[in-house]
């Protein structure tokens, strides 16, 4: 193969391997990834170490012709032969040139630890996945890691990327600090290993496995990684405390202390502080329809909860717990379903200790109640 030696020719090539698919269009997403197979032809787990978005062209082409991409969502396993013409493709090109450098080190890793090294719970395969368009269902446990992988790397925020079904593509797995194994293989390889002197320690039996043994967001404290499920959107300056859990597809988008639950489909907004114990009711709790989120600067009590949105500058006082039909009195005297208030700014949430009736009362400077709007009373 000719040589590149300078960005012209590289986007030359990238052309030519294009127009080779036809109606070549690029896709939302793509990576390469490591995955292992158990003996039953399970897809245990993927480890992408860089997926890509809107990023990397050259290489996204190479692999769409190496795999003969038909532009629909869809994944593949290499093989030795086609590892190999990814690798002659991607040295030809680079040698020359810096141009993403990293994507030809993680190609020479993840081949050498296909061919050369053996996993004690299942083959090593190199794996490779496009995301047509983000409104795509996954359409296997490949396709859904990179999705995961994706809002771990701050890719995309949570609900901004179709995860309908990941459930059903994922296998329940054994979690150990040797890595993941097939439940009802579990018992005999166990057995095997300490027959080896090697011993193994279960952190988990689940499908989704802790978001720190794939991706490690910069500028975050987890003090307990088996409370971060892969696929977690931790957003710079995030701290989740020992009891704080955040699940996926949720997480936060800005700085902010978490020490109580953060359920899926749940975004909690820059500056925001979830108490110790508090609950927030996710999107699986409301029949997949209903999106929890928090605004900015708001405060969950602790052992507090909420089943509806809150605004900026919202406060839920210890102990309250207010879902859509809790009946919740306003400053005007009036009784409320909470649903109302959904999403509103500047709320302070509480019971009163005297009569034991949830109310609300307006916080911040020069604040006034100014009543239920016809909006507010609308449905």
Not at 107 to 130: C, H, P, Q
Not at 165 to 176: A, E, H, P, Q, R
Not at 281 to 309: D, F, K, P, R, Y
Request: hydrophobic share 40%; proline share 3%; aromatic share 6%.
């Amino acid at each position: 193969m000719k040589e590149i030696e300078s960005l012209e020719q590289l986007k030359e090539h990238q052309e030519e391997l294009e127009n080779s698919l036809g109606n070549y269009v690029a896709p939302f997403s793509f990576g390469i990834g490591l995955a292992r197979k158990s003996s039953n032809g399970n897809i245990l787990d993927v480890w992408y170490p860089a997926p890509q978005l809107d990023s990397d062209p050259y290489t996204c082409a190479v692999l769409a012709h190496e795999t003969k991409w038909d532009g629909k969502t869809n994944s593949y396993e290499l093989n030795e032969a086609s590892l190999k013409n990814i690798q002659a493709s991607l040295t030809s090109a680079l040698k020359k040139i810096s141009y993403q450098e990293e994507t030809m080190q993680i190609m020479d890793y993840i081949t050498d630890a296909t061919l050369k090294r053996e996993s004690i719970n299942g083959a090593w395969t190199v794996v490779v996945t496009f995301i047509a368009d983000r409104s795509d269902d996954p359409i296997n446990a490949i396709d859904s890691y990179l999705r995961l992988h994706l809002l771990s790397a701050r890719l995309v925020q949570p609900n901004t990327i179709n995860l309908s079904g990941i459930f059903g593509k994922l296998v329940n797995c054994v979690w150990t600090n040797l890595g993941p194994f097939e439940v009802t293989d579990f018992k005999a390889q166990k057995l095997s290993l300490i027959a080896d002197g090697k011993e193994i320690f279960v952190h988990g039996v689940d499908k989704f496995p802790r978001m720190t043994d794939y991706v490690i967001p910069s500028g975050v404290r987890i003090a307990d990684a088996n409370r971060v499920r892969l696929g977690a959107h931790l957003s710079d300056g995030t701290t989740i405390m020992h009891e704080g859990f955040c699940n996926f597809n949720a997480g936060t988008l800005g700085a902010s202390m978490v020490e109580g639950r953060i359920s899926a489909g749940v975004i909690v907004g820059d500056g925001s502080d979830i108490g110790g114990g508090a609950s927030i009711m996710g999107t699986l709790s409301g029949g997949g329809t209903e999106v929890i989120s928090i605004g900015q600067n708001c405060l969950l009590g602790a052992e507090s909860g909420i089943g509806i949105s809150l605004g900026d500058n919202c406060v839920v006082e210890a102990g309250l717990y207010v879902t859509a039909g809790t009946l919740v009195s306003v400053p005007d005297g009036s009784t409320v379903k909470a649903k109302l208030l959904s999403g509103k700014d500047n709320l302070l949430f509480r019971r009163n200790s005297t009569t034991g009736v949830v109310e609300v009362l307006l916080r911040g400077e020069n604040s006034s109640w100014q009543g239920l709007n016809e909006e507010l009373h609308d449905n």
